[in-house]
């Protein structure tokens, strides 16, 4: 097929002069920043020496961050597939594609939750006798296995529906939460369809609530068996069901079509053997997979992550199966994307600078991180098998076993998930993903780019996936201690960006690793800027230039500047001037009370006192907790140690200001209000970034308001900080 049109094009962004000359002139007054601070160290004996020195370190290490930032906006490239021409050249020859799905707690993970997720890629606009789903439940519940078995039912209507209508999403959560709009014919079937899924929903939830399924229920199903011992959450066999065998003449849809096949699997779990949390469950399923269905082409997804594009797979091949680079690509990593954020994204949970700026730069450094959901893989990557140019590995229909029953396939297949299977192998090693570390997904990623493969990001028109994001203030600090703590982790193990990467990625992509790999360290600068300044202030000590000396100019300009930048980059990308504004306050709050609690955890795991753990983020919440989510009111409700941090810092910042000014008009006099300019800058930005703080303290009367023992403390800590002197 010599000469054929590629399937994917690639583009890079044009004019880029105006961001060229922006960062050469924020690098330059960085420099100047640098160059003030070593010039000017206060003599030995001096009060403000050690606040200088500390500014200075945060300082240096602000500067070298923003560097590793910028390698991400450097070379952005944008990506456009071309799926009809995908259809015409290989129609007959299409792989076979084996999804995952993959959940772990019923309580925290709903299963009306996870089977929407199950249908949504059941749906997909692909063969499907090619498609084979898997959930694996680390939770081994026969609630979640019920919930599977009724989805395998509504599976029946639902496909055709979706296929015949061309709906979008495939969620029948998603898609039965927006009233009908289409045209009279439709309706109908629209209306049964919907009746169907609400019974099933009350079924699945009413079992859900009970925590027992019912005798007449455990009789409809073989695997039902599976639980009639002492089975429970870490303690049972393994357990794999084939619910719906494509290869039977039986398994079709209500329109005569063959239906995907499904299958349920729960990995052995013993109480004294590690589990390795989810990259022991993907692993488990690649062995699961390859005896099963064996597709050339795998997607893995988390159970709220449901399918928003049911073309998705077609883009994926469009790399995968390009003539002149398919062979080049490992994995495709789309963006993950929400369906609950509010208008002014309370959280910063969307990560738009993440998924519309930083993967495009990294794009053009060879490749995207994986990131664990909505990511299609090409299974001898995920194997360990080393790129080898010479050797052009095309993505090609697999052996797959049609002669054996499901029984028989189940029985192998659960030799492969016991516990001991993996001992003695290089399973979780050289071969699928890595263990011992929370963010298993970017570390197996790193691997397999530093094997020579390169990733590709794509970023749909229409998002490929959308999930839950967390509604609470301490999930989300919890959410990114585990991410910065596990990013912190590989830079600091054999795999690390800069030592494992050299000569096998690109400087860029080092670069682009490093931004997430750091994002823990980043809490001691901002830590010394949030706190130091202030006090500093409170004692009429400034720290800073004077507005009338040239050398104010440089601080002026980065604080300036890299500010406006950041403003219009976030309306760029589709965020609301106030959306910016917590974009900022949750960027502190992370820095305060998130990352260093990782740094520690990973200072003790480094020494041997601790061992790294895997912390479920919960996808539901109280009504309650759902109204203020909805109307943009922070959730605290907690004295929790990172909340007594925020709260200190909040009640720290206008006591200095305060105070401090006092003693400048009285004491010093106005005069010396341009020595202190940058102080009560830094004073008056974080008292008004944390109202919301003073709000939950001091007015609010609802749960989620802040407890009184947290704002006695931040109080009497801040207080201290007035008392005591200066060395």
């Known amino acids: 097929m010599g000469g054929e049109p590629p399937l994917f094009e690639t583009k890079v962004r044009e004019g880029r002069t105006w961001y060229k000359l922006y960062m050469l002139s924020v690098l330059f007054g960085h420099c100047f920043i640098l160059v003030y601070r070593a010039l000017h160290i206060p003599p030995n004996g001096d ?27 450097w070379n952005p490239v944008y990506r456009r597939t071309f799926k009809d021409r995908l259809s015409i050249r290989y129609k007959d020859k299409l792989p076979g594609v084996d999804i995952y799905v993959c959940t772990a707690d019923p309580k925290i993970e709903p299963p009306i939750i996870v ?65 009908y709009s289409g045209p ?5 079937e629209w209306m ?104 050339a082409l795998i997607l893995n997804v988390d159970c709220d992550m449901y399918s928003n594009n049911s073309e998705t797979i077609k883009d994926a091949l469009c790399f995968f199966m390009d003539e002149e680079k398919g062979h080049e690509f490992a994995f495709v990593q789309l963006p993950q994307h929400y369906n609950n954020i509010t208008k002014n994204d309370l959280y910063g949970n969307s990560l738009l ?24 893989h090409r299974r001898e990557s995920l194997l360990g098998k080393k790129y080898d140019k010479t050797h052009k590995l095309e993505l090609v229909e697999r052996e797959r076993d049609y002669k054996s029953t499901a029984s028989a396939l189940e029985e192998r297949a659960k030799n492969l998930v016991t516990c001991t299977f993996e001992d003695n192998t290089q399973w ?41 994001a967390p509604v609470t203030l301490d999930q989300i600090l919890i959410q990114h201690k585990r991410w910065s703590e596990g990013d912190l982790q590989i830079l600091l193990s054999r795999y690390s960006p800069v030592s494992y990467g050299r000569n096998k990625i690109t400087l860029g992509l080092q670069m682009c690793y490093s931004i997430y790999c750091l994002w823990a360290p980043c809490s001691i600068p901002t830590l010394c800027y949030a706190i130091i300044p202030p006090i500093y ?49 949750i960027w502190l709050y992370k820095r ?41 009111v922070i959730e605290f409700g907690s004295a929790s140690l990172p909340f007594v941090i925020i709260a200190t810092v909040a009640v720290l910042s206008p006591i200095c200001f305060i105070m401090g000014l006092v003693r400048l008009l009285v004491v010093q006099g106005i005069g010396s209000m341009g020595s202190m300019l940058v102080q009560v800058i830094i004073c008056s930005v974080v008292s008004i970034i944390n109202l919301p703080v003073y709000e939950a303290m001091l007015v609010r009367q609802d749960a989620g308001r802040l407890p009184t023992s947290v704002a006695l403390i931040s109080l009497t800590v801040s207080l201290i900080a007035y008392v005591l002197p200066l060395n």
């Open 47 to 73: 009060k403000g020496r050690w606040a200088w020195i500390g500014l200075s370190m945060a300082e240096i290490w602000f500067a070298f961050y923003w560097i590793l930032t910028q390698s991400a906006r």
């Open 353 to 376: 600078a993440i998924s519309e700026i930083d993967f495009h730069g990294l794009d053009g450094h060879g490749g995207p991180l994986y990131i664990g959901s909505g990511c299609y």
């Open 115 to 179: 089977i929407s997720t199950v249908l949504s890629v059941m749906a997909y606009e692909y063969p499907t006798e090619k498609l084979t789903v898997y959930l694996s439940d680390d939770g081994g519940s026969d609630i979640t296995f019920y919930a599977l078995l009724e989805a395998s039912r509504l599976a029946k209507a639902w496909i055709p529906f979706c296929k015949k209508f061309k709906i979008e999403p495939r969620s029948p959560a998603a898609y039965f939460k927006e009233s």
């Open 428 to 468: 979780g090693n050289e071969v699928g993903l890595k263990y011992g570390c929370p963010v298993e997904d970017v570390i197996t990623g790193l691997s397999i780019q530093c094997n020579g493969w390169k990733s590709a990001y794509f970023n749909p028109q229409r998002r490929g996936f959308l999930g839950i």
């Open 592 to 632: 305060l009370a998130s990352y260093p609690f990782a740094l520690f955890d990973t200072a003790l795991k480094q020494i041997g006192i601790a061992k790294s753990a895997f912390v479920i983020t919960a996808k539901v919440a109280s009504d309650e907790v759902l109204k203020r989510y909805e109307k943009e």
């Open 184 to 188: 009279d014919d439709k309706l109908v």
């Open 537 to 585: 202030f409170l004692h009429g000590i400034s720290l800073f230039p004077d507005v009338s000396n040239s050398w104010f100019l440089p601080f002026a300009y980065v604080i300036t500047v890299t500010s406006i930048y950041s403003f219009l980059e976030c309306l760029e990308i589709g965020l609301t001037p106030k959306g910016w504004w917590n974009e900022q306050r």
């Open 192 to 295: 049964e369809i919907k009746r169907l899924y609400e019974g099933m929903e009350r079924s699945i939830n009413s079992v859900a609530n009970s925590g027992v399924v019912p005798d007449d229920i455990r009789k409809q199903h073989k695997g039902f068996s599976e639980w009639n011992g002492k089975a429970t959450r870490s303690d049972h066999q393994p357990i794999v069901q084939i619910l719906v065998d494509g290869r039977d003449e039986g398994a079709r849809d209500n329109e005569g079509h063959v239906l995907p096949t499904l299958v349920y699997m729960a990995r052995e779990k013993r109480p004294h053997r590690h589990h390795n949390f989810k990259a022991g469950a993907m692993n488990s399923l690649l062995r699961v997979s390859s005896e099963i269905s064996n597709g």
